[in-house]
């Protein structure tokens, strides 16, 4: 893999732009210190307040204890028992202590007991950041959903992840999803470093093959989320609930980015561990960013990433989310550093400058969660502020190499703001 250097002129190179990135990193996280709860960590409101009905999610709390370990891997004061907190929920009471694995919620959720592929990577992730910046009891949970993972979830059969089960590992699920194996994707990047086991690169290459180089290849490298159980697509999947938060009708252009940037991390994690490294990784992630940009940018007419496409690539849900637009942006600054192609540079800018025009609040903090495709903040898909996760990333993966994986790069010190 050749890395040629960036012009001066490129915003990676800026200090001005390091300076403006870390700034916002830390608007963030004071904003979600607030979603602390006994039990983990919950959904702020629209003025950063926990509502009175607010209850820890393992997804929160994952998200939340990877992103604040980050912080404390940065050295940043402050975010260690953050860290700690979010192991202790993990480890406690968003763990089934009867079956094994997590729920959604320490409490039921509309009666959701079961458990999601989904949410197991996003365990995975956090015990895994929370082992590089040396945790207290972080390692017992990084075993504990390694061994999950082993037992449930990963079939060596399909090279990919099975979708979820009964709350007593019954009734595993008819659906396979690219989504969880995402997410798989990226925990399996994170446990590769902490473990220093290869096995889980020759995984997340599996699942890429699979999801990415055979399925989205053949679909003009538009992501297919929905297959049945022998991974032939659903393109019906949700067609009467199109707006779904996890499981939308058609195509998400923001996992096309999303996959895109993890496709390069994953060249880089194989060649820097000295594995066969095919080269499409990267052909796929120039694939995968160019049919999102083109399919799915001001699509309507107004600028801004159009929630999901229909099969023939019309906007199907036009709402604008801030995950796919922090995914598109680290997307971008992956694809310049890795090739120097400078229209990666306008895409960069182009991202950002729409963030901070339409996503971050500059009144009540952190950023809109959607607006509507009047550019407007609504709330028709989420509600309140979102969680750290994407927008955290988006800040801190410009001046962060390929590879190793963000918290383990930060706990090694390869912060680097000149490319």
Known sequence: MTMQPLPASSWLNAPAHHSWLA???????????????????GNLDDQGQLPADA???????????HSFAMAHAMGLPGYADLVAHGVAALSGPLRDSEHGGWLAAAHAVDGNR??????????????????AVGAPDAQNLLNDAVHIIDQFFWSEEEGAMLESFAQDWTGVE????????????????ALADVTADTRWLDRALRIVE???????????????????????????????????????????PGHGFEWARLLLHLEAARLQAGLTTPDWLVTDAKGLFASACEYA???????????????????????????????????????????????????????????????????HGSW?????????????????????????????????????????ALAQGCYVTKW
């Open 55 to 65: 209850h820890a999610e393992t997804m929160n709390t994952a998200r939340m204890t």
């Open 114 to 131: 079961g458990k999601a592929a989904y949410l197991h990577a996003f365990v995975a992730l956090a015990a895994s950041s929370a082992v």
């Open 210 to 252: 699979r999801v990415i180089h055979t399925c989205a290849a053949g679909n003009q490298f538009m992501v297919i989320e929905h297959f049945d159980a022998r991974w032939q697509p659903l393109l019906g999947y949700n067609e009467d609930n199109p707006a779904d938060g996890f499981r939308p009708y058609g195509i998400t």
């Open 297 to 363: 940018w001001a699509v309507d007419g107004a600028p801004g990433i159009v929630y999901t496409l229909d099969w023939n690539h019309r906007p199907v849900v036009r709402e604008r989310l801030h995950w796919t637009h922090a995914e598109a942006s680290a997307a971008a600054q992956a694809l310049l550093k890795r090739t120097a192609e400078l229209h990666y540079e306008t895409w960069y800018r182009r991202f950002w400058e729409f963030c901070e025009n339409h996503f971050i609040d500059r009144v």
């Open 174 to 189: 008819a659906y396979r999803g690219a989504n969880s194996n995402m997410h798989a994707t990226e925990a399996f990047l």
């Open 23 to 41: 700034t916002e990193g830390q608007r963030l996280l004071a904003f979600a210190k607030a979603s602390r709860l006994p039990d983990g960590f």
């Open 368 to 408: 809109h969660h959607e607006l509507s495709p009047h550019n407007q903040p609504s709330s028709k898909i989420w509600g309140g502020k979102p969680d750290l996760y994407h927008a955290w990333q988006a800040v801190v993966l410009p001046a962060l190499p390929l590879s190793p994986s963000m918290t383990s």
